[in-house]
């Protein structure tokens, strides 16, 4: 199987938990990056059995209105059952890290708001500890250099995304070669930082369901 393969077997998996769930009522929040656009064209074939979505980027909301499926601000929404999204690298503690789209900070706030977060990934963003893939961070553009000097301090090497700026007007450090012992106690240094609005470690919350496609089939991990 290809990698796309195994990304729409896992999208097909998460939608297949939910839908039996999902009422005319309900909201449903939806990730960013290539696996999460695999299950927004995979929800859109069942438009009629919910009532609209929250997006976790610009273009991930473009997806879906193309599709027309409403999309809500999340001010304006009471309950969120579901939150579907990808990730960059995931534990067997359902701890991730994410971001490599930049959209980390509202995947966070959305990801919060949810009642269960699903995580849908194929087998390569398996790891035995977080830190391979760079820890992307969202920081406040005059910021930059301060937060880059305290990442140094905590053992990385931070390096600005140049060209990108998130849907929030900010900037992103990737944070090469963090020794990432404790995943939480990390998450909480760095968002300690002045300027930085939130890291793409989550450990906090993690996932409450990892849905991962292998070559044996989708696995789920609890
Ligand atoms: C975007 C993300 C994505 O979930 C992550 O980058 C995985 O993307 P893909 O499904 O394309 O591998 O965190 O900010």
């Not at 929800?43 to 273009?59: I, K, Q, T, Y």
């Not at 909301?61 to 009471?78: Q, S, T």
């Not at 500890?129 to 053992?155: D, K, Y």
């Not at 404790?182 to 993690?206: K, S």
């Amino acid at each position: 199987m290809t990698q796309d393969q195994l990304k729409q077997a896992v999208a097909q998996a998460a939608l297949d938990h939910i839908l039996p769930q999902l009422s005319a009522k309900s909201v449903v929040g939806v990730g960013t990056g290539s696996t999460a656009n695999f299950f927004i064209d995979l929800l859109a074939r069942h438009r009629m059995e919910f009532d609209g979505v929250v997006a976790s980027s610009e273009a991930t909301a473009e997806r879906l209105k193309g599709h027309g499926i409403p999309v809500y601000d999340l001010n304006n929404v009471v309950e969120l059952e579901f939150y579907v999204d990808g990730a960059d690298e995931c534990n067997k503690y359902l701890e991730l890290i994410k971001g490599g789209g930049a959209a980390l900070t509202r995947e966070k706030i959305v990801a919060a708001v949810a009642e269960t977060f699903i995580c849908i990934a194929d087998e390569s963003k398996r790891v035995d500890f977080l830190g391979n893939f760079p820890l992307p961070v969202e920081v406040i553009p005059m910021a930059r250099s301060h937060v880059a000097r305290q990442l140094v301090r905590l053992g990385g090497d931070p390096v600005y995304r140049e060209g990108v700026t998130t849907d929030n007007g900010n900037v992103i450090l990737d944070v090469y070669n963090l020794q990432i012992v404790n995943p939480r106690q990390l998450e909480a240094d760095i968002n300690n930082i002045v300027g930085v609005v939130t890291n793409g470690l989550f450990a906090a919350r993690p996932a409450d369901l990892l849905l991962l496609g292998t070559r044996n089939g989708v696995e789920r991990i609890k």
